[in-house]
C-alpha cells in the first residue's frame, strides 16, 4: 500500500511538470543574455564532451585507486580463507578492468580529436 501511495504521489508530480512545463518553454524571457553564465565555459558540443570527460575521468581514478586499495585490504584480511581470496581477487581484477576502459575511453576521446582537428573541424583538445 505504501508503495501504491508513493507511486500515486509521483504520478501526480509528473503530470504537474508536463502541465507546466509548456509554460516555461513559451514565456518572454525579454532581454535575458543567456551566454553570460556558462558554467562549464564551452561553446560546443565537442568541448562539452570533452569537458565531461575529464570530469568522469578525474572522478573514475579516484574511484579506481579506491577500490585497489579495497581490494588490498581484502587480501590482507582474507588470511587464507579461498573464499575471501577469491573475492579480493574479483575484485582486484574488475578494478583493473573499470580503469582500463576509463583509459581508453580517455585515450579514444583524444584520437577522434585530433582526427578532427587533421580534418579541418578546429576542435579543442583539452
Request: proline share 2%; with cysteine; aromatic share 14%.
Amino acid at each position: 500500500m505504501k508503495f501504491m501511495r508513493l507511486l500515486k504521489k509521483y504520478y501526480y508530480m509528473i503530470i504537474l511538470f508536463v502541465l507546466t512545463a509548456p509554460s516555461f518553454v513559451f514565456a518572454d524571457i525579454g532581454t535575458v543574455n543567456l551566454n553570460s553564465f556558462n558554467p562549464i565555459k564551452q561553446t560546443s558540443i565537442y568541448g562539452l564532451i570533452g569537458a565531461v570527460l575529464q570530469f568522469v575521468v578525474k572522478i573514475g581514478a579516484v574511484v579506481v585507486v579506491f577500490f585497489i586499495i579495497y581490494a588490498g585490504f581484502q587480501f590482507v584480511t582474507a588470511q587464507g580463507n579461498e573464499e575471501k581470496i577469491s573475492s579480493a581477487r574479483k575484485s582486484f581484477m574488475w578494478t583493473i578492468i573499470g580503469g582500463l576502459i576509463l583509459l581508453g575511453a580517455m585515450t579514444l576521446s583524444g584520437v577522434v580529436c585530433n582526427t578532427a582537428n587533421q580534418l579541418g573541424a578546429n576542435v579543442s583538445c583539452g
